[in-house]
Each structure stands twice: as C-alpha cells, then as structure tokens.
C-alpha cells in the first residue's frame, strides 16, 4: 500500500462502514491511492466510532471531499426494540392490520410460538371514519368531526405517554392519496412538533399488510435517524469537513445526510448494502459477471448475488421474520456465522454455532477482554490459522492460551480433542454459510458452479476455500483489504433514487402506450429527486415491471425496455420462472403489479492504485496450522503487501494483511492480478 503524509493526502471520497465489530474506514483519493483504517464498534454510541476511526485515518477533515456511511443504528434499533413510539392511523376497521400479520408461521408445529412482536402497540392504533375504494373513488367522505375526533384521540395519549410519530396508512392512498395528504396537513398543524411518516410517500404499494409493516419501520426509526444526521452533521461541520455527508442505502444507491431523515426505511439495511456493492467491483475487476459474494465479518456473514454483472434486488425483504420491507433493497442473506459466533451445546449434546455473536464486547475468548466462551476466531487461532501476534497489524493481539481454555471446555463436553472440537466449530459455521448459498442459487435454479465466490469481511477469507469446494465452485477471489470491503462499497456508491407504484393490469388489456404514460411521471419525479441532491448530467436509468401469473400470489421484477416493449419483457419473464421453478405457461394471462424506475448517477469508479514492490517472499517463520482435526502440516507464511502483480504460490500456505488472513489448504494456487485480487484456483474432487 502506497505511503502518505498527513498533509500530502487528499482524498476525493471517504467510506465508514459500521459493523457489529469493527467500523472500517476507506478512503480513495483522485489518483486511485487508498487509505484505510478501523476502530472498534461502539454500539452504545455510534457517534464515537465514526468520529474516531475518521480521526485514526489521519486525513485532514478540511480535506474531505465526500463521506458516505454505511450504518446499522436503524436495523438494530428495530431488532432490538428500541425505536420510537409510534402511532399508527389507518382507516376504520384496518387498526389490527400490523397484528393480524400473515396466516403463515416460522415454525408450524411448536404450538409455544409467538409471532414478532410489531412495532407499534394495539392500544396507538387509531382509526378514522373514512374510505377510498380500490379504484380511487372516494366513498366515505372525510370530514371535520373526524380530523377533530382524531386529534383528540391522540392529545389523550400524549397525556399519557411520549408519541414521537405518527405512521398515517389509509386504505387504497397508493391509488389516490387525496385523504391520507388532507390528514397528514391537519396532523402537521395539530401537532408540529411531532414528525409524521405517510404511506403513500413511503410504500405506494398493494397489499396491506406490506405496506403498514413497512410504513411502521419508517417510522419507528424517524426520531432516532433525525437525531443521527443531526449529531453527525453537527460534528462534521465542528471539525471543518466541509465536504457533503451521504448515508448508503438499501439499494445499494446513496442519499444525503439531509433527506434520509425523510424517509430512513431507505437506510434501514445500509449495513449489508456496502459488501455486495464492493463485491461487484471487485469481482468485475478479476473478469467476472456471475458472483457470489461472501461478507463474513465479526458478528454475521451476509451472502449476495451478482447474476450477469447486476446486483439482484428484491421486494420481500423481511427485517425480522414476519416482518417485511417493501421497498427496493439488495438480496442478501444474512445468518449468524461471524467470527465472533459463538459455539455451544444443545439439550441434545449437539454442537451448535451462532447465531448468538460475543460481538466487540466481551469479544472472542482470546481477545482478552471477558469474553469466555468459544467462538469461530477462537477455533481459528487453536488450529493455527490466524496469528495471534499480527491480529489487525498485531494492534490487537490474541491470546492463544485463552482461546485453548475455552475450547477446552467444549472439547471436554463433547469427549473429543481441542483440534477435533476447534475443527468441528469451523465445519459447523462453513456448511451454515454453504446453506446459505444454496437457498440463493440452487434453490432458485443456478448453478454455483458457474459463478466465482468473493470472498471478504475480516473473517470471510479464512473460510473461503472450504465453502467453495462444497459449492464445486473453482475461483475464489479475495479482493484487496478484504476486512474493509464493505466500506470501500460505500466509497464507490452512486447517488441513486428509486420509484415504486402499483400498476394492476394485465396482458393483452395494457399496451406500451398505457406503460410509457405511467412510466412518465415516475421518471420525471425521480429525475428531479436526483438534481435536488446535487447530480448534473445525464443519469442511468433503469425500467422494471413486476409481472406474474393469473392469480399467482407474488411476482418478479423484469426490465423492461422500450425498444423490446411489453412483449420483449413477458419473454423474459418467461425464461426467469422457468429458470426458478422449472416451469412457464406462455398462453397463461400475464398481471402487470407495480412499476418501478431506478435513477442514478452516471459516476466512473476509480481505478485503484495499489503499490508493491517485491516477490512473494515469507515474512515469517512457518507455522503449524491444522488443515483438518487430524492432519496439521507446517504452512509458509506469507505477507500480502509483499506480493507482487504476478505472483504465484501453491498451497498449503497462509496470506497475512492487516486487516484479514487468507487460508490456502493443499490443492489451491494462487496468483495476484493486476488490479491486486487474489485469485484462489481450486483443484475439485470428481
């Protein structure tokens, strides 16, 4: 990695990731030279950690261009409970909408579970005397008794309570929003003080279930991200960062520190954007279009999909089970398999991983810092796969003898060595992760096979090789700095506005004509959305139709093209759900449900300039590192920044940088790129 000065270095744009663990910090300047650094996670306040890892980074605040943050406090803040208390107005007779939920359950046949609890209690949910029917017509007229009857209804909570929001859902306001707008101004009068969010602005969606769940996310976390933005904007203008902050999005896009307060669902699952964004760059860079990326860092692993050079987007996401986020978000597939999962036994005696993580505190048995139980890291360090002298550049030093001690403690419960318990942790986390993989490709009809695994996260690397070899994959990549991938994402994000609307038609009653019409207002509003935060010039754009089958209960977004048409775009639909499911009626009646524009700037990515200046040489002594519970052989080891483009190595062999360690079993070669990937070869079985 190239060298600078505190004053010689300038960089164009600056990327803070926040994890469960660590909060990373990329930096890119104009000539492509990075700088890196990362601070542990302060979760209790994650204000701390953002400043401090800017301020480990040692680039001058008056020098910075651009910050863009990717952050959790909005999903954990859900996860956890800890929003605010909502309000929740819907028309009469829909108040129980967020606790009648969806007839399906987790777990069918244990008769003691209980559905997530919403986030909004029963006795905020308000309804008013008024109704819009399926086609926009009004039939239950509001009127002044019921805007007064309201706003009684919520002064008696007041009195009784903090109402921080108020979430406004009114039936069919996606269609026409003439009421859920007229309440809306009456309750910003009644009550300025209190933010309010509207569904027809947040989710302008069928199904209602979907929309109010979605609509509560956004405003359970108003308050807290308003709070947020102003507690970041006021610091970074106290330190003279004159350049705009952005928050990473959902979708992968980003919006300003001032509008995500508008609308914070947008940034709800900003903490897992990042990774799948920086996957694709690198993977385009090592001459892939089919991805699979894995982000495996200190409390989770997410896995993502990269499908013909395009990220894969999805509309039924699900915060918590039973919980959807109906708006554009980045499919990936979170689990609780980090380094920092926690291994442990079941009433059974079966050896369980995660999801439960040790975190940042108390942190892994050898952190040293009260953590006592085993977890995925202290499994890796008894085998010999990390060093415990050059943890995060040997800024954070590991202690062997307590990682023993812990899985001593299982290894004694399970009748087995320390190797065989630490190796049994490892397998049990791999296939969790493997699992993971293949409800996101094989489930759906792809073949892993064809794709290369991007490998990142501090601990992603580590376990690689062995998730690949499951899959039948043959390349691994690791990109540059794998730890800090995720930020690196935020840094090369694009400002990105997305527009979602019922449509509710069908093939052959709907023609292009019909589609460009409603097409039109939807582009032009995010267009002006786009200009508003500050992007010149012509954007990219992108056209989507959610279509499905007669009477099908969920669709697929397929793009649609204006020089292909409707029919173009049907074919295409076609082909994806056979692909899925195995099958495709092409004289079936095709639905048209929502259309969807996405818009975003058209940037050029940098081109990263990494220094190296040597052969592969070992930067220290050989090791023994256990390949399996049996069989421990003595590894080379190998310092990342010492390898040159070009260079060549055969496994087995370990790959230390700074910020992750890349294991090589028997059977793997190696050559570094020219845009400075590891390229990991596998030799397969059969």
């Known amino acids: 990695m190239r060298k600078h000065g505190r004053k010689a270095y300038v960089p164009n744009t600056i990327g803070i990731d926040t994890g469960g663990t ?35 980074s040692e680039i001058p605040f008056e020098a910075i261009e651009r910050i863009v943050h990717g952050t959790t406090v909005a999903t954990n803040a859900i996860l956890q409970r800890t929003g605010a208390n909502v309000v929740f107005v819907t028309t009469a007779g829909f108040e129980d909408v967020p606790f009648i939920q969806r007839i399906n359950r987790k777990k069918e046949y244990d008769l003691h579970w209980l559905k997530p609890e919403p986030l909004v209690k029963r006795r905020n949910c308000l309804g008013v005397k008024e109704r819009i029917n399926a086609q926009g017509e009004v039939v239950v007229p509001l009127t002044a008794d019921t805007l007064a009857a309201l706003k009684t209804e919520i002064e008696i909570r007041l009195q009784n309570q903090a109402v921080e929001v108020i979430a406004l859902c009114l039936l069919f306001s996606y269609i026409n929003p003439a009421h859920e ?12 003080h209190i933010p309010i969010s509207l569904s027809h602005q ?41 350049g705009p902050c952005s928050f990473l999005k959902s979708d992968g896009g980003t919006t300003l520190l001032t509008n995500a307060p508008e609308r914070p669902v947008d940034i709800l699952l900003s903490g897992l954007a990042g990774g799948i964004v920086g996957g694709k760059y690198f993977a385009e860079t090592a001459g892939f279009q089919n991805a699979i990326t894995l982000d495996m860092g200190g409390t989770s692993c997410d896995v993502g999909l ?76 008894v085998l010999g796969r990390l060093n415990p002298s050059f943890f995060l550049g040997g800024e954070l030093p590991l202690y062997p003898a307590l990682a ?33 993989i ?11 096979r064809d794709f290369a695994l991007v490998a990142f996260g501090g601990a992603g690397p580590l376990h690689a090789v062995a998730i690949a070899k499951k899959l039948g994959i043959q390349t691994v990549v690791v990109p540059p700095h794998p730890g800090l991938c995720s930020a690196f994402g935020a840094a090369i994000s694009e400002l990105r506005v997305e527009k979602v609307h019922t449509f509710a038609a069908r093939d052959p009653d709907v023609t292009d004509s019909d589609i460009q019409a409603r097409f039109a207002p939807m582009r032009q509003e995010a267009r002006e959305e786009l200009e508003r935060e500050g992007v010149r010039g012509e954007p990219r754009e992108t056209l989507f139709i959610s279509m499905r089958y007669y009477q099908q209960n969920y669709e697929q977004d397929i793009k649609y093209r204006s020089e292909e048409g409707l029919q173009g775009a049907i074919g295409r639909f076609h082909e994806r759900h056979h692909q899925f499911y195995g099958y495709h009626f092409e004289d079936e009646t095709i639905e048209l449900v929502h259309l969807k524009v996405s818009i ?16 592969a040489t070992q930067h220290n002594v050989p090791r023994i590192v ?8 003595e590894m080379p080891v190998y310092r990342r920044d010492g390898l040159s483009v070009g260079s060549q190595l055969s496994g087995p062999a370990i790959i230390e940088e700074i910020d992750s360690t890349t294991f090589m079993p028997s059977g793997t070669e190696l050559h570094l790129d020219e845009s400075y990937n590891l390229i990991l070869t596998l030799t397969l079985e059969g």
């Open 22 to 56: 660590f909060t990373d910090l990329v930096a890119i300047s104009g000539d492509g030279s990075v700088r890196v650094a990362k601070h542990p996670s302060t979760p209790e306040a994650p204000m701390r950690a953002f400043l401090g890892v800017l301020e480990k």
């Open 626 to 633: 256990h390949e399996s519970a049996t069989h421990a052989v």
């Open 306 to 381: 990269v499908l013909n050079g395009e990220q894969q987007f999805t509309t039924t996401f699900e915060i918590e089970w039973g919980l959807p986020v109906a708006i554009p978000i980045i499919e990936v597939r979170t689990l609780g398999a980090g380094g920092g999962s926690i291994a442990w036994i079941d009433k059974g005696g079966m050896l369980n991983v995660g999801p439960e993580s040790a975190g940042a505190v108390p942190g892994p048995a050898c952190y040293g810092t009260g953590g006592t139980q085993a977890t995925v890291t202290d499994a890796n360090l």
């Open 202 to 242: 947040v989710a302008p969606i069928w199904r209602e279930y979907e929309r109010s769940s979605t609509l509560l996310a956004d405003a359970f976390v108003k308050p807290l991200i308003q709070s947020y933005c102003h507690n970041i904007g006021t610091a970074l203008e106290d330190n003279g960062v004159k």
């Open 438 to 448: 293949r409800l996101l490709t094989i489930e759906r009809g792809i073949d892993p």
């Open 181 to 192: 707008v007229e309440v809306g101004r009456f309750l910003e009068e009644a009550f300025p």
């Open 600 to 615: 975003s700037e058209a940037a050029q990515h940098p081109k990263i300039n990494l220094s190296t200046t040597s052969e």
């Open 404 to 436: 023993k001690e812990a899985i001593e403690k299982l290894a004694n419960r399970m009748g087995v060595s320390e190797q065989e318990a630490a190796t049994a942790i490892v397998e049990i986390a791999d296939e969790n992760m493997t699992n993971a």
